[in-house]
Protein backbone atom coordinates (compact mmCIF):
# COMPACT_ATOMS: atom_id res chain seq x y z
CA UNK A 1 0.00 0.00 0.00
CA UNK A 2 1.30 3.59 -1.03
CA UNK A 3 1.66 5.59 1.84
CA UNK A 4 -0.90 8.78 -0.29
CA UNK A 5 -3.56 5.72 -0.25
CA UNK A 6 -2.82 4.87 3.67
CA UNK A 7 -3.37 8.38 4.61
CA UNK A 8 -6.54 8.54 2.50
CA UNK A 9 -7.58 5.34 4.57
CA UNK A 10 -6.75 6.82 7.63
CA UNK A 11 -8.78 10.47 6.63
CA UNK A 12 -11.74 8.76 5.51
CA UNK A 13 -11.71 6.15 8.87
CA UNK A 14 -11.28 9.09 11.09
CA UNK A 15 -13.45 11.21 9.63
CA UNK A 16 -16.06 8.68 10.15
CA UNK A 17 -14.99 8.26 13.67
CA UNK A 18 -13.78 4.97 13.36
CA UNK A 19 -10.78 2.99 14.56
CA UNK A 20 -7.96 4.28 11.84
CA UNK A 21 -6.51 0.08 12.33
CA UNK A 22 -9.97 -1.62 11.49
CA UNK A 23 -12.31 0.74 10.64
CA UNK A 24 -14.95 -0.68 12.66
CA UNK A 25 -14.92 -0.14 16.03
CA UNK A 26 -15.68 3.64 17.26
CA UNK A 27 -12.80 6.23 17.92
CA UNK A 28 -14.60 7.83 20.45
CA UNK A 29 -16.16 6.91 24.04
CA UNK A 30 -17.23 10.12 25.05
CA UNK A 31 -17.72 13.62 22.81
CA UNK A 32 -14.05 14.11 22.45
CA UNK A 33 -12.37 11.12 24.35
CA UNK A 34 -10.64 8.75 22.48
CA UNK A 35 -11.49 5.14 23.01
CA UNK A 36 -8.53 3.68 25.13
CA UNK A 37 -9.11 0.16 23.28
CA UNK A 38 -10.84 -0.35 20.04
CA UNK A 39 -13.88 -2.54 20.90
CA UNK A 40 -13.51 -4.20 17.46
CA UNK A 41 -9.52 -4.82 16.99
CA UNK A 42 -8.46 -4.09 20.46
CA UNK A 43 -5.51 -1.15 19.32
CA UNK A 44 -4.83 1.12 21.41
CA UNK A 45 -5.89 5.06 19.82
CA UNK A 46 -4.69 6.99 22.56
CA UNK A 47 -0.96 6.46 21.13
CA UNK A 48 -1.63 9.18 18.32
CA UNK A 49 -1.36 12.75 19.31
CA UNK A 50 -4.05 14.87 18.61
CA UNK A 51 -4.20 17.98 21.00
CA UNK A 52 -3.71 21.23 19.18
CA UNK A 53 -4.40 20.31 15.71
CA UNK A 54 -8.19 19.40 15.74
CA UNK A 55 -9.31 23.43 17.03
CA UNK A 56 -6.54 25.38 14.83
CA UNK A 57 -8.54 22.83 11.81
CA UNK A 58 -11.54 23.55 12.81
CA UNK A 59 -11.50 27.44 13.29
CA UNK A 60 -9.78 27.57 9.69
CA UNK A 61 -12.33 25.19 8.15
CA UNK A 62 -15.37 27.08 9.48
CA UNK A 63 -13.80 30.40 9.15
CA UNK A 64 -13.19 29.87 5.70
CA UNK A 65 -17.12 28.83 5.31
CA UNK A 66 -18.90 31.28 7.15
CA UNK A 67 -16.44 34.60 6.95
CA UNK A 68 -17.53 35.18 3.16
CA UNK A 69 -21.50 34.87 4.02
CA UNK A 70 -20.87 37.49 6.57
CA UNK A 71 -19.19 39.47 4.67
CA UNK A 72 -21.85 39.11 1.70
CA UNK A 73 -24.95 39.53 4.03
CA UNK A 74 -23.21 42.69 5.63
CA UNK A 75 -22.97 44.24 1.79
CA UNK A 76 -26.07 43.49 0.48
CA UNK A 77 -28.20 44.02 3.53
CA UNK A 78 -26.06 46.18 5.32
CA UNK A 79 -28.06 44.33 9.35
CA UNK A 80 -27.69 46.04 12.61
CA UNK A 81 -24.96 44.59 14.65
CA UNK A 82 -27.16 43.18 17.08
CA UNK A 83 -28.94 41.24 14.10
CA UNK A 84 -25.19 40.42 13.19
CA UNK A 85 -24.37 38.91 16.50
CA UNK A 86 -27.74 37.21 16.67
CA UNK A 87 -27.17 34.87 13.48
CA UNK A 88 -23.32 34.89 13.27
CA UNK A 89 -22.26 33.84 16.83
CA UNK A 90 -24.93 30.99 17.49
CA UNK A 91 -24.13 29.43 14.17
CA UNK A 92 -20.69 29.71 14.42
CA UNK A 93 -20.71 28.03 17.33
CA UNK A 94 -22.72 25.16 16.95
CA UNK A 95 -21.01 24.63 13.53
CA UNK A 96 -17.55 24.19 15.86
CA UNK A 97 -18.37 22.18 18.19
CA UNK A 98 -19.97 19.43 15.35
CA UNK A 99 -17.27 19.84 13.40
CA UNK A 100 -14.45 19.65 15.66
CA UNK A 101 -15.19 15.97 16.42
CA UNK A 102 -14.71 15.02 12.37
CA UNK A 103 -11.41 17.36 12.51
CA UNK A 104 -10.12 15.32 15.51
CA UNK A 105 -10.76 11.98 13.85
CA UNK A 106 -9.18 13.03 10.83
CA UNK A 107 -6.22 14.04 12.88
CA UNK A 108 -5.70 10.68 14.64
CA UNK A 109 -6.37 8.73 11.03
CA UNK A 110 -3.59 10.83 9.61
CA UNK A 111 -1.05 10.22 12.80
CA UNK A 112 -2.21 6.31 12.19
CA UNK A 113 -1.40 6.41 8.66
CA UNK A 114 1.93 8.53 9.01
CA UNK A 115 3.15 6.80 12.44
CA UNK A 116 2.90 9.63 14.38
CA UNK A 117 2.63 8.81 17.73
CA UNK A 118 2.68 10.50 21.31
CA UNK A 119 6.05 8.37 21.83
CA UNK A 120 7.78 9.31 18.18
CA UNK A 121 6.62 13.28 18.53
CA UNK A 122 8.68 13.75 21.31
CA UNK A 123 12.14 12.45 20.00
Known amino acids: ?15 RLRCP ?12 KVSPRCEV ?3 DNTIYP ?30 AMWVQFAIWLPL ?9 PFMKGAVVGIAWATGVTRQSARQ
Do not use: N, Q
Not at 21 to 32: A, D, K
Open 41 to 43: CGA
Open 1 to 15: MTERSRVAEGLGRGL
Open 21 to 32: HCGEGRLFTRFL
Open 50 to 79: SDDAPPYLTLLLVGHFILPFMFWLDKAWAP
Open 92 to 100: ITVVTIATL
